[in-house]
């Protein structure tokens, strides 16, 4: 069968999105050719000005069309919500029972991928603490191993500071990822945190 080259390459990039396979890149790329020119158009217009515009908040690392996030310019930074990716701040913003800043930490400390304390956002934590004014610093990391490595030596290394640093509630179950938790056992979680 004779390949054609555009949609080969269209289907190629859809299939580079997460958990997209081969079929569902190819549904993908065939919905797209069924569309009016003035949809495609918009949908690649939205995906340069997304890639354009957003970029990461300088204080708390979180995507931002501005400097400083809403959530930065608007909240106490009294209490910081430490948090592994941008989407698990939308987690937890659904349940609307933290009134907090965020740190996003863009991954968590895993030796078997090589990735530790210098790769992941821990340093630009510590600076936000150094400047003062924060009293708790809560863990929310995924209760999986990784996560769990990530809040006990994050922990450790704000204990000199004498502020409190707790962690979520086992509400949310050990080996799964925030962003799949339900709003009821996000906020159990926030409420049941515990000091570490």
Do not use: W
Request: aromatic letters at 8%.
């Amino acid at each position: 069968m004779n390949q054609i080259e555009s949609l080969e390459k269209l289907i190629n990039y859809f299939s580079n999105l997460p958990s997209v396979g081969a079929k569902t890149a190819q549904r993908y790329a065939y919905f797209i050719l069924n569309q009016p020119s003035s949809f495609v158009k918009g949908f690649a217009d939205a995906l340069v000005e997304a890639n354009t515009n957003i970029h990461y908040c300088k204080v708390c690392g979180n995507f931002t069309d501005k400097e400083v996030c809403d959530l930065c310019s608007k909240r106490s930074s009294k209490t910081i919500c430490v948090v592994k990716e941008p989407k698990d701040v939308l987690a937890i913003e659904k349940v609307k029972e933290f009134e907090g800043q965020y740190h996003v930490l863009h991954g968590t400390l895993s030796p078997l991928d090589n990735r530790g304390p210098d790769d992941i956002r821990i340093k630009e934590l510590l600076q936000r603490v150094q400047q003062g004014g924060v009293e708790e610093v809560i863990m929310a990391t995924n209760p999986d191993v990784e996560g769990e490595a990530t809040a006990m030596y994050i922990g450790k290394l704000l204990k000199p500071f004498g502020i409190k640093v707790t962690r979520l509630s086992q509400g949310v179950s050990m080996g799964s990822d925030i962003e799949y938790a339900d709003e009821v056992t996000l906020a159990r979680a926030l409420e049941d945190r515990k000091e570490i």
